[in-house]
């Protein structure tokens, strides 16, 4: 059996460097706020909406390669897996019956996406925030999802997703 604490979970490149960008695009956030369940990697009290950056590999990512089970040991590593995406699971639903907006986002749309660039995604997150979008999630190897524009208002109004 692996020793988890040697594998940061939270403070990681990746999302420190999504925290970057997202704050020179002005948005100021909480980090890891150990009063909501999940403990959301960011959190926009204003926006009244949580970001989880996912590690394809951690959260068992469906139709990802970088998402596999270990070849040693594999009962334990299908175990952690169930057991990590029933607590997120629990955690998003959670936050979204208190009223919260979440946006989860994959590794794999950080690293490299086929679909879309980093600049694309700091925008959607950038919409996302300021929109009354409700929860969705981006993964690299699926187009951004789609926001619907009011152009009356300019705000956004919901996300198209199939989740």
């Not at 990681?12 to 960008?21: D, F, M, N, P, Q």
């Not at 590999?57 to 590593?77: E, I, L, M, R, Y």
């Not at 929860?135 to 198209?160: F, R, T």
Request: glycine content about 6%.
């Amino acid at each position: 059996m692996p020793d988890m604490s040697l594998f940061p979970s939270k403070n990681t490149k990746l999302e420190v460097g999504l925290r970057k960008l997202i704050f020179s695009k002005g948005f100021r956030y909480r980090l890891h706020a150990r009063k909501l369940k999940g403990s959301p990697d960011l959190v926009f009290p204003k926006y009244k909406a949580v970001i989880f950056i996912h590690g394809c590999f951690w959260h068992a990512h469906d139709g990802c390669n970088v998402a596999h089970t270990p070849k040693s040991n594999q009962a334990f590593w299908i175990e952690k897996f169930q057991r990590n995406r029933e607590r997120d699971s629990k955690a998003k639903e959670w936050l979204e019956e208190d009223g919260w907006r979440v946006l989860i986002i994959w590794e794999c749309a950080l690293k490299k996406s086929a679909s879309f660039s980093v600049d694309d995604l700091i925008e959607f997150v950038c919409c996302w925030l300021n929109g009354e979008a409700r929860s969705c999630e981006v993964s690299g190897w699926s187009p951004l999802p789609m926001l619907e524009v009011d152009i009356n208002v300019g705000k956004v109004q919901k996300v198209h997703s199939e989740w």
